[in-house]
């Protein structure tokens, strides 16, 4: 027990010694969220358009307007030709172009029907894609008015036009804020960096700096040794957890709607995960370097599979049983859950339970690993 | 100040080829990581939409509306997990992140389709995935729309008055990326995020690595000025760098299809300028950190988030808020993958994207002008005054 | 309480194709100060590391203070210290936190503690400088900083792997000193080193090469019994001159250069004195004196490297 404790006083005297740890650990935590609960931004609105009317009649007026006014897309220039368009797709000045050809009024009057054409910028796949579905449903609300004029007309053959319409409810972020989206899955990022790094890095440092034989040589056993040096990580992660909270709920006014002691705790199993990975790339690295560059090769999947921006059901199938493994997956549903939806331990049991077991699995596979030996 | 002289520049660049080369591991990672990564998420990431889970409460119970759920059931935008029976059995369901949307049919509903008045369905969307909630509730939209349209025209057919056409057809062109693959997005923002990130952080070792051995005082009390330790330093670093790149490359055109349309010296050239200045910021870091651990965490914290975030990669800064927008710029990852949409994607010339390239140069120069600068005032142990413990 | 405070029998580490120990076996005396020398890579810190349980054997037995080094090391290192040739200490921490920091992870108590430290740090010669962070201390005070945290808990045994490393002689000195205080007060010292000079501190000596042990004993021992030739001392201006005279010649046994002086080992003292003058002066070279001596360890060493085929000084790289 004694020796467990010296080393839990020795690393903290050595954090506080160290005159850029300190405060990269506590200070740039709230630094990135800030930055980033403002740039993390998924509302696409007021995408830079171009207008290339051919028809110039009362009806294409009508149908352009129809995109002006829907706040989902700025018009920037409106153009005579199609030739002209190029110009602003390819500089990326504008992102989408809506065409209506010579005689599309005259056609909608004659009953025919007309096209318009719509062009997307897809190297922003992303903003393509939404930018597509609005003008799509820009256009067919157009065509329901048209379909409904028609049948004004035709009331008489006792044909009532039906529309099923929909009412939107928007549960726990009614303005769809992706802030309120964005910022705590920040926060889960953070933790996990924070405390695989420190993890992985500050074992093997004892190793490289030649001090971690002579702590092999007491009789302290491997276990003492690894919560030695594991506990304080989970106490900076904690106090990281409790500052991007306060900074989220305060700030950014994100609403904290479930129990905030229950979301320390599942910050605990989340990081016996983070730090038995840690501690495991540690076990096979002999050199810094090699343990940095192992650790990068396992932030990317934890950041990109675990469901932060990129949903896991839209994955293959192979990376989807994959995403089973990775931590992340688990601690952003909890996370968002406890935070937006006032999720409790009956909704998020099953993350909870998947967590600990894979913390567990993790941690013994480690330990397992970690001998007191040179080799 | 010292003229560069190659003379000198030569030991650096070999010693620092030779402490790579001796470093297996780390030398494979610093090649093949950024290709697998590629891989990886080349195969696993995209944009669409797709796929919702979704929970429907069928109040009404008619073939009518089991025909409406049916419509649901088959679109590949929504995955229909469960049929309720009850409305406040989606709270739990919700909460649990099992369900992101519900739909719920009221009783009236084939009723009032009959009679030919305007039925409402209630759509509740799970706002805490913002992405997914605009899009659910517009993908609700579109398809309660052409399910609207049919039936109007089933009863415009049944009572003859056939050959009536959709008024309007819309054609979708999508230029450069012709069936939205997000792919063709990822692959240059991927390879922008990547070799940012691992660049960077490598090199971030390269001078601490040194000082913490003691190795450090050796080459400054040599001929060795500055700026030729750095670019010595460096120069490997680009080599293997660019090396990984052309790797990514490669993949990127035989596995996603993605080739160069653009001219290729010119995006050697913007690699080579961008890594160059990626190199510079990590060097720049391991001037200025003591101990190794350190480097890394600024390292990673500098250039992971950051460039995830800020250059374009995912979310795009023309929504950011201006002042956001204004920061961007000090992420080298933007301008880069502006240059790489522009030429590997969309094919264009200098004419289009020589502001990028401006960026990148000064960039480079700003990285390595500091980190020179820095290590020609050294960080030497300047005789501190003794520090009261506790 | 066992007679050798340290049993070893055919003791072997292999890496891979690399054998670095080659069985040794050798039995220290409880209470003496046990000299391990060789070149650098001949199998010295190998073997320490496994003595003290840092590396497992591939083979052979060892018990360090009555206890297997395989089966109970754990035991093993409640009874040792260990100095490792880095030193091995906080850089970031102050003397005193380090002091704190090993004499806690050997489970001292507080008061244990608070009562070993004024010795130590006397010892050490410390006093007054409790606060300063030990990355500014230099090598000597580093060394005996080290020595101390590892004989914090008073182990019975104490393993120094070369200690003595970078360090000035003045230093060193005063090591040999403590080492010795060490030894008077029961402890049994088992010290590695490179430094031939030292070894004449040592009660029992081994030699190792190649991972090979070529030869043993007490200093003393060494010197008069391994080399039966007399020893020529030869002093001369020009010492190199004289050894190409002299390496010719058929009578001469081995030469070799001690700083301005030639060592020539030779058959017989009076033929080789008398031939030694005739042989110089008759190139030219004056001579300005011929002693007997008794070989050096060094003179013992290289003869005994030579004799067992290797040259002298070459140990093979471990891998």
Known sequence: MRAVLSIIWKEFVQLRRDPRLFPVIFISPVLQLLLLGYAANLDVRDIPSVVCDMDRSQASRGFVDGFANSGYFSIRARVERMEDIDRYLDNGKAAMAFVVPRGFGDKLAGGKQASVMIIADGAESQSATIGVNYATMIAGRYTQRVILDKFERIKASGVRPVLVDSEVRVWYNPELRSRNFMIPGVLGLILMIMTLSLASMGIVREKENGTMEQLIVTPIRPHQLIVGKLLPFVLIGLVEAAFVVAVAKWWFLIPVRGSVPLLFALSLAFMLNTLGIGLFISTISRTQQQAMFTTIFFIMPMILLG???????????????????????????????????????????????????????????????????LE | MKPLSLRCLRPV?????????RDARSLMFMIFLPAFMLLMFGYALNFDVKHI??????????????????????????????????????????????????????????????????????????????????????????ILQSYSQRITLEALERRGLAGFA?????????????????????????????????????????????????????????????????????????????????????????????????????????????????????????????????????????????????SGFVFPIRNMPAAVQAITYLVPGRYFLAALRGIILKGVGFGAVWPQFLLLVGFAALSLGASAARLRLGDEERPRRRRRVR | MPEYAVEVKALTKKFGDFTAVDAVSFAVERGRIFGFLGANGAGKSTTIRMLCGLLDPTSGTASVGGFDIRRQPEKVKRVIGYMSQRFSLYEDLTVVENIRFFGGAYGLTRKALDARLPWLLSMAGLEGRERSLTRTLSVGWKQRLALGCAVLHEPRIVFLDEPTGGVDPASRRRFWELINELSESGVTVFVTTHYLDEAEYCNDIRLIHAGRIVAGGSPQELKTTVIRNPILEVSSDRVIDAMEVLQREPWVLETSIFGTSLHVSVGDEAEGRRLVRERLEGEGIAVLRVDRIMPSLEDVFIHKIEEHGGAAGAGEERP
């Open chain 2, 13 to 21: 660049i070999k010693k620092e080829f030779r402490q790579i080369r």
């Open chain 2, 166 to 310: 959709v008024p309007l057809s819309q054609e979708v062109r999508i230029w450069y990326n012709p069936e939205l693959r997000s792919a063709r997005f990822l692959v240059p923002g991927l390879m922008a995020f990547i070799l940012m990130v691992i660049v960077t952080v490598s090199t971030a070792f390269s001078v601490v690595r040194e000082k913490e051995r003691g190795t450090m005082d050796q080459i400054r009390l040599s001929s060795i000025s500055p700026l030729e330790l750095i670019l010595g330093k460096v120069i490997p670093y680009v080599v293997i760098s660019l090396a990984s790149a052309h790797l990514v490359l490669l993949l990127g055109e035989i596995l996603f299809g993605v080739g160069i349309r653009g001219s290729y010296p010119l995006l050697l050239l913007a690699m080579a300028l961008f890594l160059t200045g990626a190199l510079g910021q990590g060097i720049l870091i391991s001037a200025v950190t003591r101990t190794q651990q350190v480097a890394f965490l600024i390292a990673v914290l500098t250039t992971l988030l950051p460039t995830f975030i800020l």
């Open chain 1, 307 to 373: 469901g932060f921006v990129f949903p896991i059901e839209n994955m293959p199938r192979f990376f989807q049983l994959v995403s089973h493994a990775i931590p992340t997956r688990y601690f952003f549903v909890i996370i968002r859950g406890i935070l937006l939806r006032g999720a409790g331990w009956p909704e998020l049991w099953d993350q909870a339970a998947a967590l600990l077991v894979l913390g567990a699995v993790l941690f013994f596979l480690s330990v397992l690993r970690f001998h007191k030996k």
């Open chain 2, 53 to 142: 889970p979704l929970a429907v409460v069928d109040e009404d119970s008619s073939r009518t509306s089991r025909d409406l759920v049916d419509k649901f059931r088959t679109t590949e935008y929504f995955d229909l997990k469960a049929v309720l029976g009850k409305t406040r059995e989606i709270d739990p369901l919700m909460g649990r992140e099992a369900i992101r949307a519900a739909l719920v049919i009221p009783p009236q509903f084939s009723e009032d389709l009959l009679a030919g008045r305007s039925p409402s369905v209630q759509v509740i969307v799970d706002g805490s995935n913002a992405m997914s909630g605009t899009t659910a509730a517009g993908y609700v939209g579109a």
